[in-house]
């Protein structure tokens, strides 16, 4: 299982960016998909991620509410993060994640999901 991202880079605050993720080596359509991300000098946190079984809940952080969409292709094995109004402390690098059985309201810690990208970084300057 591999679990790849793309699309991180520099923006000005305020500006837009679109994450994405492509799953290889089984079929994701039935997996819990979404992103995570850690800070310079923090721990990681749980951003947005889409239930398991395809149900379509959509789980956010609030610190991202309003401002990130997460959407899937589960053709493609891919999840999505639009990110848009971005801040200075939304610089991280960001992780996309995967686990067959994931679908709380609680809020993840990251132990709950057990496939990992090697992460892209983002960076928002003020």
């Known amino acids: 299982v591999q679990l790849v991202e793309s699309g991180g880079g520099l923006v000005q605050a305020g500006g837009s960016l679109r994450l994405s993720c492509v799953g290889s080596?089984?079929?994701?359509?039935?997996?819990?998909m979404g992103w995570f991300r850690q800070p310079p000098g923090k721990e990681r946190e749980f951003v947005a991620a889409?239930?398991?079984?395809?149900?379509?809940?959509?789980y956010y952080a609030d610190s991202v509410k309003g401002r990130f969409t997460l959407s899937r292709d589960v053709d493609k094995n891919t999840v999505d993060l639009q990110m848009n109004s971005l801040k200075p402390e939304d610089t991280a690098v960001y992780y996309c994640?995967?686990?067959?059985?994931?679908?709380?309201?609680?809020?993840?810690?990251?132990?709950?999901?057990?496939?990992w990208g090697q992460g892209t970084q983002v960076t928002v300057s003020s």
């Open positions: 994640v995967a686990d067959c059985c994931w679908d709380s309201a609680v809020v993840p810690r990251g132990v709950e999901f057990g496939s």
């Open positions: 080596g089984r079929t994701f359509s039935s997996y819990a």
């Open positions: 889409m239930g398991w079984g395809g149900s379509g809940r959509i």
